[in-house]
């Protein structure tokens, strides 16, 4: 049976993966384009839904893969967001936790997969012309100075 992912009775355990190619100080991030709601139309970094049974790390290679095409080296966390989302009446529509996580391009050329309308690879710099999420920008530029001072490792 699906996942109801509006309106659901407890919190749902989301992750995302902050995939990075390129020199440290100057490389570009991986974004995808979500198809779906929640923020649908606007882009993101790779993520999901974790399965029962399986771990957040696995999770997470598993979602930039089944998204992207992409493999990973995976690193560690780098932050924990909520995102709660509340109708007219102050409901919550939606409300996930979400673990994201820092890895490096491995293999793969990037390719809209599940989920995805587009992709893109982006300095952090180029993200004020994006339509992105407040906390995804947020995200995105402490993961930039992590890697940037080799604290991913």
């Not at 080296?73 to 673990?99: K, N, S, W």
Request: negative net charge; charged residues 30%; hydrophobic residues 40%.
């Amino acid at each position: 049976m699906p996942i109801r992912r509006d309106y659901p009775k407890l919190p749902l355990c989301g992750v995302g993966v902050l995939v990075w190619r390129g020199p440290k100080d100057a490389g570009e991030v991986l974004l995808v384009r979500r198809a779906r709601p929640p923020r649908q139309g606007q882009w993101s970094i790779p993520g999901g839904l974790q399965e029962l049974g399986e771990t957040c790390g696995d999770a997470a290679k598993r979602e930039v893969l089944e998204e992207t095409g992409v493999e990973i080296q995976l690193g560690p966390v780098v932050d924990v967001i909520d995102l709660i989302e509340r109708d007219d009446e102050g409901r919550p529509r939606y409300h996930y936790t979400l673990i994201d996580f820092i890895a490096e391009w491995v293999a793969g050329e990037a390719v809209a997969g599940d989920g995805v309308s587009d992709i893109l690879w982006a300095r952090p710099d180029a993200l004020k012309d994006l339509t992105v999420w407040d906390e995804t920008i947020r995200v995105i530029h402490r993961a930039a100075a992590l890697r940037a001072t080799n604290l991913t490792a």
